[in-house]
RNA sequence: GGAGCGGUGGCUGAGUGGUCGAAAGCGGCAGUUUGCUAAACUGUUGUACUAGGUAACUGGUACCGAGGGUUCGAAUCCCUCCUGCUCCGCCA
C-alpha cells in the first residue's frame, strides 16, 4: 500500500490522483482525503476520552487502597459514564478505520515517472529488441500443432483429468522441463540468488502482503475448508519469507529464486489462447526476488531485468524489452518491464518474465523493514520481483524455434543450447 | 484425529484485577576504568498510531498469540479461534 501519510498534505494527494488517473483508475480516490481526516478526527477524539479514563482509574486504585470509599464510589458512577461514551466513540472509530483501510487496501501503487502514458498494451514502448526475428524455409507451425502431431503434449487427457487448459507432458517435453528448470535455477544462482523451496498454499495475510488480496481474489484458487490459496506465482511466498521482519541494513541485497507450480483461474479469459501452452491454470515458472535497499532499487530492478534475460540469451531466442505503459501496469508495481519473447508459430511477441519494481508497496503490506545503519531507525526496504522465466512459455517458444522442415523438432540443437 | 501442557519485549523468563510497557538475567548501544583486548561498573535499549516541533525530541493512545466479553480499571477473569510442544492413533 501507499504511505498514508500523503493523502495529509496537498502535494502527496495530487501525486496520488495523478497516478491514478494515469493508470486509468477512475475509482472513488477523491474520498480519500475526506475519509483520511475524518479518521485522525475519531482517533483523537477516542484517545482524549481514553486518557481520561486512564488517569481516573488510576486514582480509583489510590482511593480504595486509602480506603476512601464514599469518593470511590461518587467518582465510579462518573467513570460508567466515560466509558459508556468511549464504547461508543469506539464503535465509530472502527466503521471509519474499516471504510478508510478498504479505500487505502484497493489504492495500487504510485506510478514511477519514467512509465510512459498509455491506455493499454496497445501503446506499450518497446525500449530493444535481441535477436532477429528467425526466418524459416518451410511454413511454421505454432507449438500445439507440433506436440499434437508427435504426441508430445496430451492435452486431451490433461481436460480429462481436471479439466480445460490442464495437460499432460509425455516423455521428452516432462524431461525437456527438468533440464530447462534445472539450467534456469544454475544460471541464477551464479548470479548470487539463493534458491528456496516454500509453500505452495499460503495463508490470506500472504495474498495480502504481497498485493493478491483482497482486490483480485477471483483470479487465484482458494482452499476454503482450510483459508489457503494456491499461490499464483512464487513472488507470494519468496516474498513473504521476511514478512513482518526487520533487517539489518548490512544484510541487503537479499536475492531469493524458487521453482515452483504456478496456479491460475484465468477467470475473465474466456475464448483467450484456448489451444496450447501458453494460458494455462497450472505452469512452472522461476522466480527471482529481491530485497533492497531504497536508494539500489532501481539498479537492482534493471539488474534483476537482465538476469532473466540471460536466460532468452542463452537459449537464442528473439526478444523484446517492454516498458508497460501506465495503463496496462499491474496494481502493486510501480515500474515494470516485460520480456516478450518471438514465437514464430503463433507470428506474435509473448510475454515470458515481468520484471518490476514495487518500491516499498509490498514492503509496506507485508511489513518488511530494515533498520538503516546509520539513523538506527527502521524504513521500508523495496521488493523487486521478475519471471525468470515461465517454463510452460518457454518450452512452446524452443518447440516452434526448433521444428524441422518435416513437423518434427530438432532435440540435438535444443540440447547444444542447454549445454553450451 | 484423541489426551495433556503452553503462547509475555531481540532472547531466556517472572508476573492471577489497580501506580505493569511490564521484574530479573542475557544480548545490543553509549560511557567510566584500562598500554590493548577482556572483565568490572554506570547509564540506555520495543513497535505502531496520534498531537506539537525544521529537527533532536516531547506529550497521548494502543499493543503481553488473534478476536470478542466482563469491569471505573485486564498481561491477569470469561468465550471463540489460531498456534507450539509432548504422548497416543493413523499415513507416508
Not at 475519531?42 to 476520552?49: D, F, G, M, S
Not at 483429468?161 to 516432462?174: D, K, T
Not at 515494470?336 to 507470428?347: A, F, S
Not at 530494515?370 to 515461465?390: D, P, Q, R, W
Request: contains cysteine.
Amino acid at each position: 500500500m501507499i504511505d498514508f501519510q500523503l493523502l495529509k498534505s496537498e502535494e502527496g494527494l495530487n501525486r496520488v490522483l495523478t497516478s491514478l488517473k494515469r493508470r486509468g483508475d477512475e475509482s472513488s480516490s477523491t474520498d480519500l482525503k475526506t475519509i483520511a481526516e475524518k479518521r485522525s478526527a475519531t482517533i483523537r477524539e477516542v484517545e482524549a476520552l481514553a486518557n481520561e479514563r486512564n488517569v481516573q482509574s488510576k486514582k480509583l486504585g489510590e482511593l480504595k487502597a486509602q480506603g476512601k470509599q464514599a469518593e470511590f464510589d461518587e467518582l465510579r458512577e462518573k467513570m460508567k459514564e466515560v466509558a459508556d461514551r468511549l464504547k461508543v466513540l469506539k464503535e465509530q472509530e472502527s466503521e471509519v478505520e474499516e471504510k478508510f483501510r478498504y479505500l487505502l487496501d484497493r489504492l495500487p501503487n504510485l506510478l514511477d515517472d519514467k512509465v510512459p502514458d498509455g491506455k493499454d498494451e496497445t501503446q506499450n514502448v518497446v525500449l530493444r529488441t535481441v535477436g532477429e526475428v528467425p526466418k524459416f524455409p518451410f511454413a511454421v507451425k505454432p507449438h500445439f500443432e507440433i506436440a499434437e502431431a508427435h504426441d508430445l503434449v496430451d492435452f486431451e487427457r490433461g481436460v480429462k483429468i481436471s479439466g480445460a487448459r490442464f495437460y499432460v507432458y509425455n516423455e521428452q517435453i516432462a524431461k525437456l522441463e527438468r533440464r530447462l528448470t534445472n539450467f534456469m535455477l544454475s544460471t541464477h544462482e551464479r548470479a548470487g540468488y539463493k534458491e528456496r523451496t516454500i509453500p505452495l498454499l499460503v495463508k490470506d495475510e500472504c495474498m495480502y502482503g504481497t498485493g493478491q488480496f483482497p482486490k483480485f481474489a477471483d483470479e487465484y484458487y482458494r482452499m476454503e475448508k482450510d483459508a489457503l490459496s494456491l499461490i499464483p506465482t512464487a513472488e507470494v511466498p519468496l516474498t513473504n519469507i521476511y514478512a513482518d521482519e526487520i533487517i539489518n541494513e548490512e544484510q541487503l541485497p537479499i536475492y531469493l529464486t524458487a521453482l515452483t507450480p504456478c496456479f491460475r483461474r484465468e477467470a475473465g479469459s474466456a475464448g483467450k489462447d484456448t489451444r496450447g501452452l501458453v494460458r494455462v491454470h497450472q505452469f512452472y515458472k522461476v522466480e527471482l526476488v529481491k530485497f533492497v535497499k531504497p536508494e539500489d532499487s532501481e539498479k537492482e530492478w534493471l539488474a534483476l531485468t537482465a538476469d532473466a534475460e540471460r536466460i532468452l540469451q542463452k537459449l537464442g531466442l528473439t526478444y523484446r524489452v517492454v516498458s508497460l505503459c501506465s495503463g496496462d501496469m499491474g496494481f502493486t508495481s510501480s515500474i515494470t518491464y516485460d520480456l516478450e519473447v518471438w514465437m514464430p508459430g503463433l507470428n506474435r511477441w509473448l510475454e515470458i518474465s515481468s520484471c518490476s519494481n514495487f518500491k516499498d508497496f509490498q514492503a509496506r503490506r507485508a511489513k518488511i523493514r530494515m533498520k538503516n545503519a546509520t539513523t538506527g531507525k527502521n524504513e521500508y526496504l523495496h521488493t523487486i520481483n521478475g519471471s525468470g522465466v515461465a517454463a510452460g512459455r518457454l518450452i512452446a517458444a524452443l518447440l516452434e524455434y526448433h521444428q524441422t522442415a518435416e513437423g518434427g523438432i530438432d532435440w540435438p540443437a535444443i540440447e547444444a543450447k542447454l549445454n553450451a
